[in-house]
């Protein structure tokens, strides 16, 4: 909003409204104001003052407004670095100026009052250029933070476009840009624009109380210079860190080795778990088959009365086969015999009888 | 892969190097080239030295050997060379160069550097024989030798687990059909207890 010079308006205005109303009422007072201020050459001092004063804030917010457009382009190469860095120049200049102007304007403005005042006339005069003052410190504080941002705003793309070509380019341009330039301060007059530009930018964005720019010019181009020799304790440095590394590769492995060794005899003690009770089972099952063999042969050798019965059955049916008829007697004193010896339950006197008749 | 020299040398920038000491290892050429080699790898030495600025390293390559020097500048604007052959490792001989130079600092003082002949630094020929085999003198090299030998071991344990595996695995059927067998051995057994009271 640039500050327009309506006093012709304002004048036709009332010009137009005493005709309508004829009432002469104050029209002196209004006239002497009106013609204190009619003639468009005479202005006061303060209003031309300020009328100056508007006219460069309203020129410098219109650069400033070109200077945001060039920040807002983020292309990688067609930053046009030159113009900015003097445009931003020219707008800090412009404020400074203004700045001045407006603190000039204040201690006219005290002056003014201070050298005593009109009554009524004088305080509504006094008011409005106190308010006039205040609108123009304003404008111009908030000239300044728009500036502030533009350079906030240039900072950021810039070091996001450093990123990208950091991206593009080899890294030891990174390492380079990280070398303390106190070990070789080689300073190029000749430098690329790509290693200036953020150089200055960045002492720019960061530095807004110094009106000088354009230091640090060798920095971005002795960079480059010092990427070779760099490159050489790089080498060395990455073999170490290569050999160091595939130590800790191997060690690691080392470590998952162990781990299957432990999982393996894991597996392998279930397996050894079921052979113990395979075993156990094996043991007591030939335990017992082993008791019940002695019982079976302690029942045998001890169960004569079984045996002996059997046998004496057997004899009985085979014996009466061989016996001839004419020899009862031999038999009937047999037979009591006999069953003396089953009674004394004697094997060799049976066996005896046994063959003694047959 | 061998060492044929190793040398510190005090090289200041003005240029006018001088050797504070030296070791060479010649053993591998013939006696009457001796001298002719020997002379060669003073001029070597100083040479590279003179063209080397400081705290850098480079390594230089002639005809059949490497140099590799570090310049290692500081207050006492020492240098270390080693030239070998070109399959010496080039890291080791970095850090034998720069355990070298610590430990010529640490034994040798600055005042001993402007006579040359009068520095007696008996350590460097202690290194150049000892890294003539840098897998066993350096450390690295050396953690990483012994790192392997451990894996082929536990290659070879891991085998054995397998067969182990296997072993387990057949002695398992045996002891199941073993087991199986006295059951039926048992069974049979208290059979006969039982029935067949006729014998």
Known sequence: MAIQDRTNEFRSCVESIRNRSAVPRNAEAKQRLLQSSGKPSSKSDFSRMASSIAKDIS??????????????????????????????????????????????????????????????EGKQVEEHNHNVVMMLQSKLANTSMSFKDVLEVRTQNMKESKDRTEKFM???????????????????????????????????????????????????????????????????????????????????????????????VAEQRETVQRIDADTVDIASNVGGAQRELLKY???????????????????????????????????????????????STDANCVWHHIWTIS | MKIYSLSVVHAPPSGSSSVLSTASDLSSFSFYQRGSVAEFMTFFTKTVVDRTPQTQRQSVQENMYTAHVY??????????????????????AFSLLTKMLDDFTAKVPQS??????????SEIDVYIKKYQDPRQADTIMRVQQELDETKIVLHKTIESVLQRGEK???????????????????????????CCVLM
């Open chain 1, 59 to 120: 020129s410098t917010t219109i650069k400033l407004g070109k200077l945001a457009q060039l920040a807002k382009r983020k292309t990688l190469f067609d930053d046009r670095p030159v113009e900015i860095s003097e445009l931003t120049f020219i707008i800090k200049q412009d404020i400074a100026g203004i700045n001045k102007q407006i603190a000039a304007l204040q201690s006219y403005v005290k002056q003014r009052n201070g050298q005593g005042t009109k009554s009524g």
């Open chain 1, 170 to 264: 080899s890294s030891t341009a990174a390492a380079a840009h990280q070398t303390p330039p106190s070990t070789h301060a080689l300073s190029r007059p000749s430098s690329k624009g790509k290693g200036r530009a953020p150089q200055d930018g960045d002492v720019l964005a960061l530095d807004l109380g110094s009106a000088e720019e354009g230091m640090s010019d060798g920095h971005g181009g002795g960079a480059f210079m010092q990427m070779e020799m760099m490159e050489q304790q790089d080498s060395y440095i990455q073999s170490r860190s290569t050999a160091i590394e595939s130590i800790e590769s191997t060690i690691g492995e080392l470590g998952q080795i162990f781990t299957q060794l432990a999982t393996m």
């Open chain 2, 71 to 92: 310049n290692r500048g500081g207050a006492e604007q020492l240098a270390g060379i080693i030239i070998t052959d070109h399959e010496y490792p080039v890291r080791p």
């Open chain 2, 168 to 194: 387990l695995d057949n002695l398992v059927e045996r002891s199941n059909a073993l087991s199986a067998q006295s059951k039926m051995f048992y069974k049979t057994a208290k059979k006969q207890n039982s």
């Open chain 2, 112 to 121: 001993q550097y402007s006579n040359p002949s009068s520095v007696s630094f």
């Open chain 1, 297 to 343: 042969y302690a029942s045998i050798s001890s169960n004569r009365w079984l045996m002996l019965k059997v046998f004496g059955v057997l004899i009985v049916f085979v014996s009466p086969s061989r016996v001839p008829f004419g020899q009862p007697h031999s038999r009937a004193f047999a037979v009591p015999c006999f069953h003396s010896c089953i009674m």
